[in-house]
């Protein structure tokens, strides 16, 4: 690895293109798994951004449902409460996860446009106090001498690139400028709506009604091994270590709910 010292200020065009060859040649190797996933999700950060969010709205779309679903099965209740409180807590659960969603993405956006409107208030107040932590970060960063009076004097000649790196360097926010908060909440609640029919389906497909108790957890298997699986599209996880790993967790509150729904039946008589 090339140390600080010997990097050039500069690299021609030819240097540039060797060097994008070797990185692709070393994203390609087994032990680089994790950085190439990275590297492919970050330049594919305008396509995918909601990716994320069907992701997770997924996996508890359907971790939720199957509870429902196994603590309605344990207590021994009858397929229409079991489509009827599946589909209350679908509907209520996917709004309230899309609501959260919205309302968190429009927060982020309301204090970063607050901190830049500080920012820009204090340059045009107090530019000395600005300036000199201006020179601070560059300090920081390894600037001395004339260096830093030169990032100082460009930096501070155009004034939105002097928030920038306040907004960056002393407040540690990156702003996101194609953030869409109504966007990420509908790709959360459709995501949980889809996943979160999954345990219910046996219970509306007459072909299989009268074993739905035993299609819904399979079904709800598969749907939470794909929901995993997937989230390795934002993950460095491998995605059969993905999948496995969701499957264990949301087979683990399916019998949690299922021993609840049970035992609560034995104590109480539920009947319905």
Do not use: C
Not at 27 to 48: N, V
Not at 132 to 157: H, L, P, W, Y
Not at 209 to 224: I, Q, R
Request: charge should be negative.
């Amino acid at each position: 690895m090339p140390q600080v010292d010997d990097l050039k200020l500069q690299y021609s065009k030819e240097e540039i293109e060797k060097a994008l060859e070797r990185k692709r040649l070393k994203l390609k190797l087994p032990e680089a798994y994790g950085h190439k996933k990275l590297e492919d999700i970050h330049h594919g950060d305008q396509t995918g951004r909601y990716v994320s969010d069907f992701v997770y709205g997924a996996n508890d779309g359907i971790i939720t449902t199957f509870a429902v679903v196994t603590g309605a099965i344990g207590a021994s209740l009858s397929p229409l409460v079991i489509i009827i409180l599946g589909f209350a807590n679908l509907l209520a659960d996917g709004f309230s996860m899309a609501a959260s969603s919205f309302l968190s993405k429009r927060s982020d956006l309301d204090y970063q446009k607050g901190q830049r409107q500080k920012e820009e208030w204090e340059i045009e107040n107090f530019p000395e106090v600005e300036v000199d932590e201006t020179r601070e970060i560059f300090k920081n960063m390894g600037f001395s001498g004339k260096t830093i009076d030169d990032a100082v004097e460009v930096t501070i000649g155009v004034k939105k690139r002097w928030i920038d790196l306040m907004m960056i360097h002393e407040l540690g926010i990156i702003e996101d400028q194609n953030n869409v908060p109504w966007k990420h909440s509908l790709a959360t609640f459709f995501a949980f709506i889809i996943a979160g029919l999954a345990p219910l389906l046996p219970f509306i497909i007459p072909s299989i009604l009268n074993n739905a108790v035993y299609f819904s957890p399979l079904f709800a298997g598969v749907t939470l091994f794909t929901a995993g699986a997937l989230r390795t599209l934002v993950s460095p996880k491998k995605w059969l270590f993905g999948g496995l790993e969701m499957l264990a967790v949301g087979s683990i509150a399916g019998l949690v709910a299922f021993g609840v729904g049970y035992l609560l039946k034995q104590l109480f008589g539920v009947v319905a």
